[in-house]
């Protein structure tokens, strides 16, 4: 190869020298002139040399850039000159060239037997020629899955290059089995980078089996995967199941005595006696599927092992404030309940199936409720795949789930907060530490990271962060997610919307990318407030108001003189 081509267009054109080390072993900076101003922040470039005799490409992202020419200060002090006036009138203006040094941070050649990059380290000699990398070769080496691949997400391109000229793939092997995090501020592009994934896995060379934990209602657009040729292949064609609230249903018995003391806050020690021995007592009594009547009477009874029958001394239990008190709260949350059921739930198989997404509307219920209804889903969900790999659930069992499943969920700062313990928080940390021996992966999606479990955030090994401006937020996204690089972390306050920086196991480097256009409509979007405010006072929305109050049509009036 020879290192001094001068061809501009040329992939392998030198744009740039080596001046020395950087303040890192594993950094260097060059010097470039770059008139082409390709040289940006979060670039890839590389210089050769001899490992183990033979030649290699060593890949390194550009992480600082600094001019070495400035203007003095002087050639500045009338704004209404520029200085590079100034510069022609001294005699400047030939010897002033833009040079820049820019600090580069080594990633290594990339070795296919290990689909990782190895650092030599043997950081380049000074005088060494820096190139710019190929398209061909980012999109080689970059990520772990290439485009319509089994096992890939194409979920956009890297960002320093032009739209679509390398394409970047999720390994979705990887994020599926280490779990997934979706960092963003509000109206970053989290929820439409999270469909764009969804979209990916149901696509024919995935087949996923996906379930959506939306408490806002914002996912019900997915279901027009269903009949797009996009989606179609090989007599495939995914399904897409929305749950809306009126449809979710609990059975009572699955709920544990957490659940209970979660959904009755506020209780007395005497109160928590009390529902402990209950509930203690109901399940040895009636098993595993007992009702909520059941539970009441042995409540009424005092938690006894067998109930009163004596009516003197039921009235007596009655009377007790605390079995009262109990007695009508227990009523009041889950006697009339139209989610929480003695015989009726979601059953496994109908929410997890391969080729199907179903998702899981809450935007309609009671904050606790949700972080219930998810806990006893997560905890049912688990052990089904428990069971069915340890063979202690065959088919026909209610628990037997003989394939993998991933769960996403939306504002999961709820369902696993900071410096606070809601029922959702341990199964979530349970299965995000050992769900991977038995196929349960979660996808954590939050506007407020510095909200967020330390503890759930640091043990997502896929990381999708996107604009982020908080700096206590910030600051949780540095400490919890290690493979992000310092020079990218710099970045987060300045992408623009649908710009995201992904890093961990699914792909081979951190890098910046573009979002890809989601192929369903976007489900959250903002409302357009002035636009509807407008149309309140067109003539149809105003003929309609009449008509439908009984109201005779009234003549045109100039409201432009209304307020003279």
């Not at 979706?182 to 995935?206: D, F, R, W």
Request: glycine fraction near 8%; charge should be negative; include cysteine.
């Amino acid at each position: 190869m020879n290192n001094r081509q001068t061809d501009a267009t040329s992939p392998t054109h030198c744009i740039g020298t080596t001046k020395g080390p950087g303040e890192s072993a594993h950094e260097y900076t060059f010097v470039t002139p770059d008139a082409e101003r390709r040289v940006k922040t979060g670039e890839f470039v590389y210089y050769e040399a001899l490992v183990e005799s033979q030649t290699r490409q060593i890949l390194g992202r550009v992480t600082e850039r600094v001019p070495l020419r400035l203007y003095p200060d002087t050639f500045m002090a009338d704004p209404a000159v520029p200085p590079a006036e100034v510069a022609a009138i001294l005699g400047f203006l030939e010897q002033h060239h833009e040079l820049f040094e820019v600090t580069v941070v080594v990633l290594g050649y990339y070795e296919p037997r290990l689909g990782d990059f190895v650092n030599p380290r043997v950081p380049p000699e000074s005088g060494s020629p820096i190139y710019i990398a190929s398209d061909d070769m980012l999109a080689t080496v970059l990520a772990q899955k290439h485009l319509n691949e089994i096992g890939s997400a194409h979920v956009g391109s890297l960002l320093s290059r032009g739209p679509g000229a390398v394409p970047i793939c999720l390994d979705v092997r990887s994020f599926t089995s280490t779990h997934l995090a979706i960092i963003a501020s509000t109206g970053a592009g989290k929820s439409y980078l999270a469909s764009v994934l969804i979209e990916e896995m149901m696509k024919p060379y995935n087949r996923a089996s996906v379930l959506i934990v939306d408490p806002h209602g914002e996912y019900h657009t997915l279901q027009e995967m269903m009949g797009r040729q996009e989606f179609r292949g090989d007599g495939y064609e995914p399904e897409v199941r929305v749950i809306r609230p009126d449809q979710i249903k609990v059975r009572t018995s699955s709920l544990t005595l957490g659940d209970f003391r979660y959904l009755l806050p506020n209780l007395s020690e005497k109160m928590h006696y009390q529902l402990g021995r209950t509930y203690n007592a109901t399940r040895q009594k009636y098993g595993d599927k007992w009702t909520l009547g059941q539970f009441m009477v042995m409540l009424r009874a005092g938690g006894q092992d067998h109930p009163v029958t004596d009516p003197d001394a039921d009235l007596e239990l009655e009377e007790d404030v605390t079995i009262g008190a109990l007695v009508w709260r227990v009523n009041s949350v889950l006697g009339h309940s139209k989610i929480f059921h003695d015989f009726e739930h979601m059953a496994l198989g109908e929410l997890f199936r391969p080729g199907q997404c179903t998702v899981l509307q809450l935007n309609e219920i009671d904050q606790r409720e949700q972080q219930v209804i998810v806990a006893t889903l997560l905890r049912r969900l688990n052990q089904g795949r428990m069971d069915t790999e340890k063979g202690l659930a065959g088919e026909g069992d209610e628990t037997y789930l003989p394939y993998p499943t991933f769960v996403l969920i939306e504002e999961a700062h709820n369902y696993a907060p900071a410096n606070a313990e809601v029922v959702t928080t341990h199964i979530l940390k349970t299965i995000l530490s050992e769900g991977r021996k038995f196929g349960v992966s979660v996808g954590l999606i939050s506007q407020r990271p510095g909200r967020l479990d330390s503890d759930v955030l640091s043990q997502c090994m896929t990381q999708c962060i996107m604009r982020i401006v908080n700096p206590i937020d910030q600051a949780r996204v540095a400490e919890s997610v290690e493979s992000v690089g310092r020079d990218l972390l710099k970045e987060l306050p300045a992408l623009s919307k649908g710009q995201v920086i992904v890093a961990g196991s699914a792909v081979n480097t951190p890098l910046l990318c573009r979002v890809r256009g989601r192929i369903t409509p976007h489900g959250a979007e903002d409302p357009d407030a002035p636009a509807r405010w407008q149309a309140y006072f067109s003539e149809t929305a105003t003929a309609r108001r009449q008509r439908d109050q009984g109201l005779p049509a009234e003549p045109k009036r100039d409201r432009s003189r209304m307020f003279k």
